[in-house]
Nanobody, 125 residues
Framework: QVQLVESGGGLVQAGGSLRLSCAAS????????MGWFRQAPGKEREFVAA????????YYADSVKGRFTISRDNAKNTVYLQMNSLKPEDTAVYYC??????????????????WGQGTQVTVSS
């Protein structure tokens, strides 16, 4: 089992920045990749970004490319999501996820076995 705890959400004005953190514990040696997803009210959960745990390859949704940056600190078993130039449409609950099997489709929910509880991000206009 892998446990995930997100932090760093909050309320920010449009154009502002936030950094989300996700700390992993438990069988962290089994992690293949970690990702961030988000779910806005009335919408389905969508992929935001992902990073491979060993090589550090990164992947982004088109809607956040150039604004968000995913990174990891293997020593701390923590993944970060730096969010800049935030827009009201970025408002959502952000979830951290960990995958333990190799996958070429890190943009899919099915690639992840463990999920955090989520942290709210609200961007005001």
């Amino acid at each position: 089992q892998v446990q995930l705890v997100e932090s760093g959400g909050g309320l920010v004005q449009a154009g502002g920045s936030l950094r989300l953190s996700c700390a992993a514990s438990g069988r962290t040696f089994s992690i293949y990749a970690m990702g961030w997803f988000r779910q806005a009210p009335g919408k389905e959960r969508e992929f935001v970004a992902a990073i491979s745990w060993s090589g550090g390859s990164t992947y982004y949704a088109d809607s956040v490319k150039g604004r968000f940056t995913i990174s990891r600190d293997n020593a701390k078993n923590t993944v970060y999501l730096q969010m800049n130039s935030l827009k009201p449409e970025d408002t959502a609950v952000y979830y951290c996820a960990a995958g333990v099997r190799e996958s070429s489709r890190l943009y899919r929910d099915a690639a992840y076995a463990f999920w955090g509880q989520g942290t709210q991000v609200t961007v005001s206009s």
